[in-house]
């Protein structure tokens, strides 16, 4: 069973910087595709970055293209999330997730198997 924990959220003020990881174990992800998603309150979890296992490449929002960096360390069985420029709206919990999704379902949170516990990200003006 793979277990994903998060890290690394906080209160941060606005074009602050923060960067989040994603720690996996359990088993070697290597062949799948790692993701980011968040969840705004009252809103549905939307998609943030991924890296594509078959691409490889990175994939972004357009809400946080420019100002978040995906990376990944296969060897570490981890990835993280560099975020800067922080605005208030991108307040959320901040979940890390695993699976093996088609390029074209890539930002489709239900094509993902695994999911972390989620780490709360509050940007203030």
């Known amino acids: 069973q793979v277990r994903l924990v998060e890290a690394g959220g906080g209160l941060v003020q606005t074009g602050d910087s923060l960067t989040l990881s994603c720690e996996a174990s359990?088993?070697?992800?290597?062949?799948?595709?790692m993701a980011w998603f968040r969840q705004a309150p009252a809103k549905d979890r939307e998609f943030v970055a991924a890296?594509?296992?078959?691409?490889?490449?990175?994939y972004y929002a357009e809400a946080v293209k420019g100002r978040f960096t995906f990376a990944r360390d296969n060897a570490k069985n981890s990835a993280s999330l560099q975020m800067n420029n922080l605005r208030p709206e991108d307040t959320a919990v901040y979940y890390c997730?695993?699976?093996?999704?088609?390029?074209?379902?890539?930002?489709?949170?239900?094509?993902?198997?695994?999911w972390g516990q989620g780490t709360q990200v509050t940007v203030s003006l």
């Open positions: 890296f594509s296992a078959t691409a490889r490449r990175t």
């Open positions: 359990g088993g070697a992800l290597s062949g799948y595709t």
């Open positions: 997730a695993v699976g093996r999704p088609i390029l074209s379902s890539l930002r489709d949170e239900d094509m993902y198997y695994y």
